[in-house]
């Protein structure tokens, strides 16, 4: 996630459990010089509606979509390229699947890449709702890898939580 400065952003989460209900979470944060506040946050809400009021006009909006409907590979890195096409991404997770019913997208670590597709009809349907409540994401992430944008924040080489350490590097 981008934060501009003197501008709201929100990171929200959808994840979309095996009865097909949702579990959705969000952060409001705002950068005001070096600082950098937590305006607002919520976990487990469940339905779209419960979200109303929250986006306006100056709010950079990032959504990661997760849980049942997302598939995720594991790649070799020696099997495609960084401008691999859509079509052959989704053959490799999904053998003589109709590429034009996905979205793809791949996340490159050391040794491998990731490749994470989701039904259109999915991910648009959810992106319908958010239109309805004025949500429009700047940066739509599919599957569990937006830890990689969460990295760009963080000032310091390693920070250690309860149960993870990350280091930035």
Do not use: W
């Not at 950068?31 to 950098?36: A, E, P, R, V």
């Not at 594991?74 to 109709?98: C, E, F, H």
């Not at 991910?123 to 739509?140: H, Q, T």
Request: proline share 1%; aromatic share 8%.
């Amino acid at each position: 996630m981008m934060l501009h400065s003197n501008k709201n952003s929100i990171g929200l989460s959808i994840d979309i459990l095996e009865d097909e209900t949702r579990l959705i979470n969000y952060v409001c944060l705002k950068i005001n010089g070096k600082n950098l506040t937590i305006t607002q946050k919520k976990k487990n809400l469940t339905a779209i509606h419960e979200l109303v009021n929250l986006f306006d006009t100056d709010t950079f909006v990032y959504l990661t979509i997760n849980g049942k409907g997302i598939i995720n590979k594991k790649i070799n890195k020696n099997q495609i390229q960084l401008d691999t096409s859509q079509d052959k991404l989704i053959n490799l997770v999904l053998a003589n699947a109709n590429s034009a019913d996905f979205y793809a997208q791949k996340y490159l670590t050391t040794n491998d890449f990731f490749v994470t597709i989701a039904r259109k009809s999915l991910v648009d349907n959810l992106l319908s709702e958010l239109e309805s409540i004025a949500c429009n994401p700047i940066k739509l992430i599919l599957g569990p890898f937006d830890i990689k944008y969460v990295l760009k924040l963080i000032d310091t080489q390693k920070t250690a939580y309860k149960h993870l350490s990350v280091r930035n590097r």
